[in-house]
């Protein structure tokens, strides 16, 4: 889902420039967690690069809290290269969200850690030699968050899987406002599907019920055979729901900012543009304020998810996937045929 040439290789020397900074700044032992090998490393550094996870658990890569201030400075710029200034925003919210799920738990040790809910426990990984001739890489992850790039060929050719979370979902403010970090997302799918004729509303709710997670979990390649047969509703290669092209003006604009709220995490210039006729919106659970619910937007080249039902529903998932071009694996085939013909 990579647009053409431009502003991905643009996007690609910002983060070359980056990555390189921030390993330049680092001790060897830290760079030694920092850095493993690119895609050409063979299957194990492979299998490392696609694993992810949106757990609070050890992401793989050099956390922000065994960093110097100069060097966190230097890793959340390379952060920021992947990120529009909202997907950045919203991603710097979350990490500040984990002080808040601190004090609501009472501020509890364990997991083998001093603290369990760590602002600093989001871990920056590079695979590969930034801004080298073979493909390389760079991930960021941690509670809530997980960031997955791939440059290959000076061109930036996969910015998922996109994971962003929220616990809470909703917190209070002074003045009596609330802080929903993931919220405009949340009010977008429900205007959308309350909009929906009745008819059209009986389709595109699937469930009554929602799911306990986004259905895809952290599976790194999907419809492989490996969904699990209790998921509901189950993840099909045929898209369920209700299809862009029959909803009205009104309804087709709803969708359309709900779709820009998944891809617009990221640069201006690196999604190509996608075929809104073609993408189906799903949902499942109540579409009552506050109460569980999931949505869905699938077509070709496309998977977001999102699931608000833990904690009350006030602790929401978010994710947006490229089922057949997760993690560049589209890109790296290419580039792999072309660079050993003969």
Do not use: K
């Amino acid at each position: 889902m990579i647009a053409g040439e431009g502003a991905d290789r643009a996007v690609a020397g910002r983060m070359a420039a980056a990555a390189s900074a921030w390993l330049a700044g680092l001790d060897p032992d830290q760079r030694a967690l920092a850095q493993r090998a690119g895609p050409s490393g063979g299957p194990g550094a492979e299998a490392e690069r696609l694993r992810w996870s949106y757990l609070p658990t050890d992401h793989g890569g050099l956390p922000l809290g065994r960093q110097r201030p100069a060097q966190q400075s230097l890793a959340m710029r390379l952060v920021s290269t992947g990120l529009s200034d909202a997907g950045y925003v919203t991603v710097c919210a979350v990490m500040g969200l984990e002080n808040v799920l601190d004090g609501a738990e009472g501020f509890p040790r364990g997991g083998g850690r001093e603290r369990y809910r760590d602002p600093g426990l989001y871990y920056l990984r590079v695979f590969g030699e930034p801004g080298g001739p073979g493909p390389w890489g760079w991930r960021f992850g941690g509670h809530h968050v997980s960031l997955n790039n791939l440059v290959v060929d000076g061109r930036v050719r996969a910015v998922t899987p996109c994971f962003i979370g929220a616990n809470p979902a909703a917190a209070p403010l002074l003045g009596g406002g609330s802080l929903r970090v993931l919220g405009p997302t949340e009010d977008l799918a429900r205007d959308l599907v309350r909009s929906l004729s009745p008819a059209l509303r009986a389709r595109a709710v699937l469930l009554d019920r929602a799911p306990s997670d986004i259905v895809s979990r952290n599976r790194p390649r999907l419809f492989d055979g490996d969904v699990e047969p209790d998921d509901e509703p189950p993840l099909t290669v045929q898209p369920q729901g209700v299809a862009g092209s029959e909803l009205d003006s009104a309804g087709r604009a709803l969708l359309e900012a709900l779709l820009a709220a998944y891809l617009g995490r990221v640069p201006d210039g690196l999604v190509a543009p996608v075929d809104v006729d073609a993408v189906h919106l799903a949902w499942a659970g109540s579409t009552e304020p506050g109460r569980p619910h999931y949505h869905r937007l699938q077509g070709p080249r496309l998977l977001a998810e999102w699931d608000d039902t833990q904690d009350g529903a006030n602790h929401a998932h978010s994710v947006w996937r490229d089922p057949e071009a997760d993690f560049g694996l589209d890109a790296l085939a290419v580039h792999r045929a072309e660079h050993h013909r003969g």
